[in-house]
Every structure is written in C-alpha cells, then in structure tokens.
C-alpha cells in the first residue's frame, strides 16, 4: 500500500483584506501532499463575506480539501451557511462525522468536527451543577461519542482525525495553563484511543507547540498558523 | 489607583470581544505605567488595530505594542510518522 501525504493548517483567519494571499501558498500543493485538512478557524468573525474569501482561496485546488470549523467560525452564528458555502466549492467540511476519499487506491478516513473544551483528565469541569456547567460539558461529551461512533463505523487503511480543539495538553504548551479547559478536551482523545486512528490534527492553541502523542500512543499535531509558521504542515502515512 | 491586573483583563477582555479585533492569543501585561501588547498577527493592519482596541480600554497607559507580523512560508519539510 501506497503512502500518504498529508498536508493540514487551522487557524487562517481570513478576512476580505487577506484574499488572495494565502492561494500563492497553495499553487504547487500537488507535489507535496495528497490531501489537505483544515482545523477551523478559517475566518476571523465567522461572517459570510469572510466565508466567501476562504472559499476563493481552496477552490479548485488539485488536492482534496476536508475541513472543519472553529469557534471564531461560529461568532456570527452562521456556520451552517458557511459550511454550505464551502461545501459549494468542494470542500468536504464535518461535523462530528466521516469521509473516505479514494488517493492512489488507497481509502482515506477522516473523521472529525469543531470538538470542544472542557479540560484534562483530573483537572476538567464535570457534568454536574448549573445547567450551564451541564451544557458545556454535555457538549462536549456528545461530541466525543459521536466521533466514536464514527470511528467504530469508519472503513478505511488509514484514519485521521480532524479537530479544531485539542485532545491532548502536550499540544498546548506554551499556552497559560489556567486556559487548558477552553483549549480542548481529554474526552475527545479518550473517543480516539478507544477506537484507533494514525494521525489527530487540530488547531485552535495558537501559542501551543506542534506535537504531542495521545495516553493511547496516537501522534497529534497542532497545525495552527501560528504554530506551524508555514503554509501547512505535511505529515508522511 | 486601579489594580494592573484589572486593567490587563480589560484589556484581554477588549481584545478579544471588540469587532475590530477578536483576538483571543494577545498576551497583556501591565508593568510600570505601561501597557505591553505580545502575540503574533498575520498583517499590520491588525497588529495597529490591536494597538487601538488596547489603547482605548486602558487610556493614560503608553502602549508598547510588540505584536509580531508572521509571513506564510512555503510548506517546509514533511514529517514520516
């Protein structure tokens, strides 16, 4: 079986006054990944005119695109119509589910969506309380068992996760610890080890450091913009 | 006098919620009358913005504004996993 490229960055945060800047990055992306996978935050105020610069700049590209979004995508609260706009251009965008994309007849699973916070193991809010401590935490618990789920159901040689909030802390240092509960979640890394996957990606932790591994053994990198430095990160499978 | 800290959490709290700006990676320290602005942007026009969302939550304070432009580089060097 044939190896893959994998190419991902989250954190663009584009906005009309950035069109066209990123796509220059982009023009030779064939030659160096067979895929690419954004982790969210791909506007900076989640507003449709934003949208429409992030869809201008990963259309047509001759790699598939998957994506899913982050919590500035969701500020104007109209990530459904973003999603749509994305998916308008072919982009593949998830929402806690799966896709298999066919590379060189090789099946390639991604499973992934927003995620969400909650914090780590022994040190994370608990599903008890106010019913807006409920919430959040309840959140992110649907999340998790839905990525479960699809995991169990996914059939594919290889499998990769694709997050905006983090699943593990190793991917957060450098970042103040008293904001580890707002960065991710060790419920979603828990939904991974459980079912197996080659490869997490996520963003979301800008000041946060690129690797990390999940308690299961599983390789997570953090392909934020600001972390990555670079266009997007490419990872061999 | 007010207490730096509230003014640094003013501060953060502008950053991150005014239209302008939005930027939750700032990192805000208030130390001797001045008011020190860290973090990476991706063009000036942001990090001059950042300047004038900080300024305007905390006035009397010299903004010492440290934010950092990044440059998207070519995609580098993969990794074998």
Redesign the interface.
């Given at each position: 079986m044939r190896g893959l490229r994998i190419a991902a960055v989250g954190d663009i945060h584009l906005d009309e006054s950035l069109g066209g800047r990123y796509r220059k990055q982009l023009d030779d992306i064939e030659e160096h990944a067979d895929v690419l996978l954004l982790a969210g935050d791909l506007t900076r105020h989640g507003t449709l005119e934003e949208a429409r610069v992030v869809a201008d700049e990963f259309r047509d590209l001759p790699v598939p695109v998957v994506a899913v979004l982050g919590n500035h995508d969701h500020h104007s609260d109209h990530p459904a119509e973003i999603a749509a706009m994305l998916s308008d251009v072919g982009i593949r965008v998830l929402h806690d589910e799966a896709t298999v994309l066919g590379i060189g007849g090789v099946r390639l699973g991604v499973v992934g969506g927003k995620g969400f916070g909650g914090g780590y193991a022994g040190k994370c809010a608990s599903d008890f309380g106010e019913p807006e401590i409920k919430a959040f935490v309840g959140h992110t618990k649907r999340i998790a068992e839905r990525w479960r789920t699809a995991l169990k159901e996914l059939e594919a040689d290889r499998r990769v996760v694709l997050s905006h909030y983090s699943p593990v802390k190793d991917t957060l240092t450098g970042e103040p610890l008293e904001i580890y509960p707002f960065l991710g979640s060790y419920l979603l890394a828990e939904a991974v080890d459980a079912e197996g996957a080659d490869l997490v990606v996520h963003g979301h932790a800008h000041a946060g450091t690129e690797k990390g591994v999940t308690p299961g053994g599983i390789r997570v990198r953090n392909v934020a913009l600001p972390v990555l430095r670079r266009a997007y990160g490419v990872y061999y499978l | 006098m007010e207490a730096p800290q509230y003014v640094a959490a003013r501060v953060q709290r502008a950053l991150a919620e005014d239209?302008r700006t939005?930027e939750?990676?700032i990192r805000v320290d208030v130390r001797g009358g001045q008011l020190f602005l860290r973090?990476?942007v991706?063009?000036d026009?942001r990090r001059l913005l950042i300047a004038d969302v900080a300024g305007e939550a905390a006035p009397g304070l010299t903004v010492r504004n440290e934010v950092t432009v990044?440059e998207?580089?070519?995609?580098?060097?993969?990794?074998?996993?």
């Open positions: - | 239209e939005h939750l990676g973090g990476q991706t063009c026009e990044t998207v580089r070519g995609p580098g060097e993969g990794e074998r996993l």
